[in-house]
C-alpha cells in the first residue's frame, strides 16, 4: 500500500512539473455532444438501388485538447488533438503550427481545414452545409487534400489584402491513415499525392469572396489526375444572407479509370429572424459527365432549415429533398431516384 502511494506522489509530482514547464502557454478542454434523429421517404423507379431512409436515432462527441503560447525563442505555437467518437480512429483531428509572424503560419495537420478547403464553403446555411444534412444527395463537395489527410501547410493571413487568407496545403501521400506511426515506414499502394491553395477576402463590409483549387497525382498508368476549382460570394446585409458557389471537378481521389466530370452550383440565403433564431434555404444542382457522355439528367437537392441558438445548446432543424440521385459517387444520376428527410437535432456546447 506504502508503495502505490509513493508512486502516486511521484506521478501527480511528475504531472504537475510538466504542466508547470510550458511556459506562457494555455491549456484549453472544449467540445460537444449532439444527438439526432433523422427520418425520410423515397421513390425509387423499377430496376434501382434502394436509397437508406431508415429512422436513425444517432450521435457524436467531439472533444479537443489545445494548447497555445509562446516558446523559449518567443514564437508563438498552437497545438491541438481531437477526440471524435463518429471515427474510424478516435484520436483524429490534430494539428502543430508555428506562428514566425503575426501574419505567416506554417505547420502539420491531420484533416484539418487548410489550402483549398478554406474555400470547402462559400455560402451560408443556418444548420449543416446542405451536402452535410443526409448525406442521401450523393453530390459531390469540392475535393481537396486536408479532409482525412496528413499534410503540410502556410497560411499567409492579411498579406495579399485587408482581410484576407491565402492557404497553401500538401499531402505527400493520400493512402496514410489516421493512426499512422511516426516512427515506421508503412505499406501503401498506390501513393498517390496532391495539394491545394485557396484564399479568402473581404473587400468591403458584408461581401466574402473564396476561391480555392486541389489537384491530385495518379500515380496508377491510365488514371485520371484530379482538377477541382471552386469560386463562392456571400453578401450579408443586416440580418441577411446570400450567397452563390460554383465548382468544378475532374477525377476523384480514388483510382479511376473513366473519365469522371462534375459541376455544382450552389445558392443559399438565411435570415436571421431573432438573436437566437435562423431561418436557411438551399439548393444545390449537379451536372454529372462520365467516360465524355453528359448525363441526361441532373442531380437535385433542396433544403429548409431553422436554427435556435440557445448559448451551449442548439436546436436545428432540417428538411432536405433530393431528386435523380445517383446510386455512387461514380455513377450517373437515375431519374425519378427520390428522397425527402427530415433531420431534428441538439447539440451541446462545453
Do not use: W
Not at 430496376?47 to 523559449?72: C, P, R
Not at 451560408?124 to 459531390?140: H, M
Not at 496514410?176 to 498506390?190: K, V
Request: charged residues 15%.
Amino acid at each position: 500500500m506504502k508503495k502505490n502511494k509513493i508512486l502516486g506522489l511521484l506521478a501527480s509530482t511528475a504531472l504537475i512539473a510538466s504542466f508547470s514547464s510550458v511556459a506562457n502557454s494555455q491549456i484549453t478542454i472544449s467540445g460537444h455532444v449532439e444527438a439526432s434523429y433523422m427520418v425520410g421517404t423515397q421513390r425509387v423507379v423499377a430496376g434501382s438501388a434502394a436509397v437508406n431512409q431508415t429512422k436513425q436515432l444517432g450521435n457524436e462527441t467531439v472533444i479537443k485538447f489545445a494548447s497555445k503560447g509562446k516558446m523559449s525563442n518567443g514564437i508563438e505555437y498552437n497545438v491541438f488533438q481531437d477526440i471524435a467518437s463518429d471515427q474510424a480512429h478516435v484520436l483524429h483531428g490534430r494539428q502543430i503550427e508555428i506562428s514566425p509572424t503575426k501574419n505567416i503560419n506554417v505547420g502539420y495537420s491531420f484533416d484539418g481545414v487548410k489550402g483549398g478547403e478554406i474555400a470547402r464553403t462559400a455560402t451560408p446555411f443556418a444548420t449543416n452545409r446542405l451536402t452535410d444534412i443526409t448525406g442521401a444527395s450523393n453530390i459531390t463537395e469540392p475535393l481537396d487534400v486536408s479532409s482525412g489527410e496528413h499534410f503540410v501547410y502556410f497560411d499567409l493571413n492579411n498579406l495579399i489584402g485587408a482581410n484576407s487568407q491565402l492557404s497553401v496545403a500538401y499531402a505527400p501521400n493520400l493512402d496514410s491513415t489516421s493512426n499512422n506511426g511516426s516512427d515506421r515506414f508503412i505499406t501503401t499502394t498506390a501513393t498517390n499525392s496532391g495539394y491545394g491553395v485557396g484564399y479568402k477576402i473581404t473587400p468591403i463590409a458584408g461581401l466574402s469572396i473564396a476561391a480555392g483549387m486541389t489537384r491530385i497525382d495518379q500515380n496508377s498508368a491510365g488514371h485520371q489526375d484530379v482538377n477541382m476549382r471552386t469560386l463562392g460570394a456571400t453578401y450579408a446585409q443586416g440580418p441577411f444572407a446570400v450567397g452563390i458557389q460554383r465548382y468544378r471537378q475532374e477525377g476523384l481521389k480514388t483510382s479511376q479509370a473513366a473519365t469522371h466530370e462534375d459541376r455544382t452550383t450552389i445558392i443559399s440565403a438565411t435570415f436571421a429572424a431573432t438573436k437566437q433564431l435562423t431561418v436557411g434555404i438551399s439548393r444545390a444542382e449537379q451536372e454529372r459527365t462520365l467516360a465524355g457522355s453528359r448525363s441526361t439528367t441532373d442531380t437535385e437537392a433542396r433544403a429548409f432549415s431553422i436554427g435556435y441558438n440557445l448559448g451551449p445548446v442548439v436546436v436545428s432543424y432540417d428538411f432536405e429533398q433530393n431528386q435523380n440521385v445517383p446510386v455512387t459517387a461514380t455513377t450517373a444520376a437515375i431519374a425519378g431516384r427520390d428522397t425527402d428527410s427530415h433531420k431534428v437535432r441538439v447539440r451541446a456546447n462545453f
